[in-house]
């Protein structure tokens, strides 16, 4: 199968298209280069990988991206609330616009199939002894969570030709080429590591996690499944629900000494449990990996030096001012 990745450079991308080209496809990424590239250097030999470097809001570099693919699987995006809070107008351009843009050109160059990368963010805030599956009501409480809900609201609605599946990932954790360190679960391992102090805020909120090689392994697992049982569905992808005083208690098994405090600073009033029972059901797919996994593998890459600097600003979802390319003559 050919596969447009957009947003391919990013967090779960890089590891997508290591999956993607590991079991036989052939990939083209469509990114920006907003967060860096180079993560994607390393498949630059693979006669199956391409890599086109463009804005997803360009409609002809959209269109061109899509010559001769099979599928797509949608990532490009502005992730979280703090990238998405920097400039609101764009946010809405890249989150809800494009992917409505995305499914009439896919519609046009007669592409099979489109995945599209939502949040279990969408659910917002749910009664704790409920787990919230696909049909539960969504209240999303921030900016980047409406821009994906109106978002399904296209995919899901669709009604040409194209194959759309919504997929819904909760909180990801565990490493990447494009390592992120703003994510709960990689916060904690760097801090518990470094003898950081921890700070947890509301420590009784559930959230659901989910590795990210785990939902690399279901995206791939979506594009081969039959069309009938993933046209215009959505599915969430959720590896396991843990309070965060639950993340306490793993950050202590391991690191019994850590200072660890409850904080009324940087409030997320998310709370909310979530079931993978309808992927399982329907399409055999599991989730294999832990938090604790992830956890554990973090600690490892920072305690041996994996990364130049753990803290480094360019490992969240906020961009770093944009790099204008060196121009200069090859002798």
Request: proline residues 4%.
């Amino acid at each position: 199968m050919k596969v447009l990745v957009t947003g391919g450079a990013g967090y779960i991308g890089t590891a997508l298209v290591a999956q993607l080209l590991m079991e036989g496809h052939s990939v083209r990424v469509l990114d920006k280069g907003i967060y860096s590239l180079e993560p994607l250097l390393i498949f630059s030999a693979a006669d199956r990988f391409e890599l086109r470097v463009g804005d997803v809001r360009n409609e002809e570099t959209l269109t061109n991206a899509l010559d001769g693919m099979d599928a797509v699987v949608h990532l490009a995006a502005m992730v979280g609330e703090a990238a998405c809070s920097i400039d609101e107008e764009a946010t809405v351009s890249i989150n809800e616009k494009v992917p409505s843009k995305l499914l009439a050109l896919c519609e046009d160059k007669g592409v099979g199939r489109v995945v599209f990368l939502s949040t279990c963010s969408n659910y917002g805030v749910s009664s704790p002894d409920v787990l919230a599956d696909e049909e539960a009501a969504l209240t999303p409480l921030s900016l980047y969570a409406r821009t994906k809900v109106a978002a399904e609201r296209d995919m899901l609605g669709f009604n040409g030709k194209t194959v759309t599946t919504v997929l819904r990932f909760g909180t990801i954790c565990g490493l990447s080429g494009r390592m992120r360190f703003d994510l709960l679960v990689s916060e904690l391992a760097r801090d518990a590591i470094s003898g950081r102090e921890i700070e947890i805020y509301k420590p009784e909120a559930w959230r659901p996690f989910l590795h990210v090689r785990d939902g690399v392994r279901a995206v791939v697992h979506v594009l081969g499944s039959d069309v009938a049982k993933v046209n215009r569905r959505v599915f969430n992808i959720v590896g396991e629900n843990l309070r965060k005083s639950d993340l306490s208690d793993m950050v202590l098994k391991h690191f019994p000494d850590a200072k660890i405090r409850v904080t009324a600073a940087n409030p997320d009033n998310r709370d909310y449990r979530v079931t993978g029972a309808r992927i399982e059901n329907e399409l055999g797919f599991r989730c294999c990996l832990t938090v604790e996994d992830a956890f554990l593998e973090t600690v490892e890459s920072v305690r041996t030096n994996a990364f130049r600097d753990a803290a480094w600003p360019g490992h969240s979802a906020i961009p770093l001012p944009e790099r204008k390319p060196l121009i200069g003559t090859v002798s």
